[in-house]
């Protein structure tokens, strides 16, 4: 039998001492331990800490897939917002943005109207006026009231200014019906995008029952601005 050449031989031993040579340093760690304490079959060994020079072409396909699992996982934690006493709220901020929303405009209608009926000139809008005092009234309480079974904040009522004194202008009609039809025109825009798309059912259903009503209020509007 011929000898393996020399060189043959000098590559065998490498090839055998390279695990042994490019054992992570975790490897190393665990033996410390004794021999009594042996690894779990489903430990999971963190990436960083296997050196990159011990990876084999399977190991290194890896990779891609742990980065991607720490990056869903770090997605999935999101904070639920809270109100301002620092409890949870536990539901999606459109809702939530729609319950601010509402009562901020249903407010301002109704200061708006009922500062301007002392001014109003034709009785068509005071009577106009006293209905949406009255219709954005109510609607201003059953929102509240949702919003406080459920836990979700409302923004703060603004303090109330000084009645209006003196005579109004001529054109005080005029503008004030314009306000109005703006604002009554934004409103719709929300309600529907609530009735149509919101998450929460009774936030829903309050927004398809209210809707009807501001939708008359801003007919009538227009029809007295002709």
Do not use: C
């Amino acid at each position: 039998m011929k000898r393996a050449p020399l060189k043959l031989l000098a590559a065998i031993g490498v090839a055998i001492a390279a695990p042994v040579i490019s054992a992570p340093a975790w490897a190393v760690s665990l033996q410390a331990t004794g021999p009594s304490q042996s690894l779990p079959a489903d430990a999971a060994i963190p990436a960083s800490l296997v050196p990159a020079d011990s990876w084999t072409a399977g190991s290194a396909a890896l990779v891609p897939l742990m980065a991607a699992d720490l990056q869903a996982n770090q997605m999935s934690t999101v904070e639920a917002p809270t109100t301002s006493t620092g409890a949870t709220v536990g539901k999606p901020i459109d809702d939530i943005a729609f319950v601010k929303q509402a009562a901020e405009s249903g407010r301002k209608e109704v200061n708006s109207a009922r500062d301007a009926l002392p001014q109003l000139q034709r009785p068509e809008l005071k009577r106009i006026a006293e209905m949406l005092v009255s219709d954005h009234s109510g609607a201003n309480a059953r929102l509240a009231a949702i919003a406080e079974t459920k836990g979700w904040p409302m923004p703060e009522p603004q303090v109330a200014g000084a009645p209006p004194s003196g005579t109004a202008s001529g054109d005080f009609d005029a503008k004030w019906t314009t306000e109005m039809i703006a604002g009554h025109e934004r409103s719709v825009a929300l309600y529907r995008a609530q009735a149509q798309g919101g998450e929460d059912k009774e936030v829903r259903k309050y927004a398809r029952d209210t809707l009807p009503t501001i939708e008359g209020h801003l007919a009538e509007l227009r029809r007295l601005q002709k």
